[in-house]
């Protein structure tokens, strides 16, 4: 089946220090990705869309300048956390789509932590 | 706007006890529904779905049924082990959008 992988799984950071996360779809093409963040014991709120090859699409009161998101090809997308701070510490997970198909594969999360 | 309604948790159960976790929607068209599970510390995996009303949908024991004329996706389980523990996700899908809309979740804790 359609597998995603995303690294790290873990990060500890420090504070004023940008973080990149990768996600990568191992056996399709991924024509669209998503990145979700997800806080302790809660649901998963969508941060952004992105689109091979062009821009990602933000969700609403999502700092396009603290999180950049790039989706260079249709296997890779990442997703940089920039100036890190304790209050970006959440646990970030990324999933992936084919055109044509129905169902999204979700990566397996990245903890991180900003000290 | 779309939106999915999950039971609060957590649901404490004791092995082979049966479960059932409520889902109800709320959309303007006919959504695609889903159930999803969380393992702790990991991400979602995909658990079953439902394209249409009168879907059954299936997995591992599990059973949701696509209730069009009550706006429910309720999740089953016979008989509930252990490695059930997780968080279950109730999520719908506009055919119009690729977007997913996720309910809370619900924490399941299965005893031995």
């Known amino acids: 089946g359609a597998v995603v992988s995303q690294h790290p799984s873990r990060v500890i950071c420090k504070s004023g220090t940008s973080v990149k996360i990768e996600c990568r779809s191992l056996?399709?093409?991924?024509?669209?990705m998503f990145w979700y963040r997800q806080f302790p014991k809660q649901s998963l709120m969508l941060m952004a869309t992105?689109?091979?090859?062009?821009?990602?699409?933000?969700e609403q009161g999502v700092e396009k300048d603290k999180f950049l998101i790039n989706h260079a090809s249709l296997t890779l997308s990442t997703l940089t956390v920039t100036s890190a701070h304790p209050e970006d510490s959440s646990f970030y997970i990324c999933s992936a789509g084919a055109s044509g198909t129905y169902g999204y594969t979700f990566g397996s999360g990245t903890r991180l932590t900003v000290v | 706007g779309d939106s999915v309604t999950q039971m609060e948790g957590p649901v404490t159960l004791s092995e082979e006890a049966f479960l059932t976790i409520n889902c109800t929607y709320t959309a303007t068209g006919y959504p695609s529904l889903f159930w999803y599970v969380q393992y702790p510390g990991e991400g979602l995996q995909l658990l079953l779905k439902a394209t249409k009303a009168d879907d059954k949908g299936s997995n591992k024991g599990f059973e949701a049924t696509y209730r069009k004329e009550t706006t429910s996706f309720h999740l089953e389980k016979g008989s509930v082990q252990v490695s059930d523990s997780a968080v279950y996700f109730c999520a719908l899908r506009m055919d119009s959008s690729y977007k997913l809309i996720f309910g809370s979740g619900t924490r399941l804790l299965v005893r031995p």
């Open positions: 992105s689109n091979e090859g062009s821009k990602a699409t933000y």
């Open positions: 056996d399709f093409q991924a024509t669209t």
